[in-house]
DNA sequence: TTTTGATGTAACTATTGATGTTACGACATA
DNA sequence: TATGTCGTAACATCAATAGTTACATCAAAA
């Protein structure tokens, strides 16, 4: 099972935030760039203003990133969005069995080992580096 | 959204198979300690088979580790249960916007880096590290 | 040869979460 | 007050997982 697409449009929300700040950006506006439905991004907006990542006015519209873009990483943004565990464990292993009775001590912290691998990497990449990168490419 | 519970199941079923290697193993035998039905073991089994990581014979029942236990990766299980792609792109971003048009261009390396880091967590950790673990625990 | 017990797999159901959509109240400004 | 927007509920749709039943196939023992 892959991922949700919240996370690679979240990131594309946060860019085109920052590519069009020189005008007033709505989840209309959003939504046609990332080609979907104004309430999807609306959703997260909102979840991406409950991680402090943006402020969106309400009434008459509009959207500004609240920190400097080499401060908000893809961990900020990903954990905005996401659920907090990456791995999903089976939910009832048999306690009789020895091996269903040890699973979880085997297991449980390798997998958040590998998490934070992920998450690690994750909190190396800026949008700055996004929007660098993006302004040598228009 | 998180991954399946497959990758977890499928660690929890190569453990079992060494630890009760002295008996003949049957899906009936491993779906009681996952506390699932057979058809979900037999279905794991037939991925971790086509990975070249277990024998399972068809008829009188039993299943085998085909290698050496510290040779077999948590990656290895991995690639064998769970979509080779971490991430999930949204599908039709808008390529008359700048930032649609060049928003692949923008994360397409970034998230296989961060894929990648996640792997090579996975492939340092092997089901003997589990089994010695293990063998401490009963 | 027949019986037994197992796998392989198709087909179906149920559940979950994501994604898209409509609708509408709340809000800020002109 | 009119307009355009956000926030959010409610619902529809879709995809994938997980569970289940059923049955053909198979290998070995009786």
């Given at each position: 099972m892959k991922l949700s697409t919240k996370f690679t449009m979240a990131l594309h929300l946060m860019i085109a935030v920052d590519y069009f700040s020189n005008q007033k950006i709505t989840s209309d506006f959003l939504a046609g760039s990332i080609n979907t439905n104004p309430v999807v991004v609306r959703r997260l907006l909102s979840q991406l203003k409950a991680a402090n990542l943006v402020e969106v006015v309400r009434g008459t519209g509009g959207v500004k990133i609240t920190q400097p873009l080499d401060t908000i990483t893809f961990l900020?943004?990903?954990?905005?969005?996401?659920?907090?565990?990456?791995?999903?464990?089976h939910d009832h292993p048999n306690l009789e069995c020895p091996v269903g009775s040890h699973i979880h001590e085997l297991l449980d912290q390798r997998l958040a080992d590998v998490q934070k691998a992920m998450e690690d990497k994750l909190q190396t990449m800026t949008l700055a580096d996004l929007t660098t990168d993006l302004s040598h490419m228009v």
């Open positions: 900020d943004i990903y954990n905005a969005v996401e659920k907090p565990e990456l791995f999903h464990f």
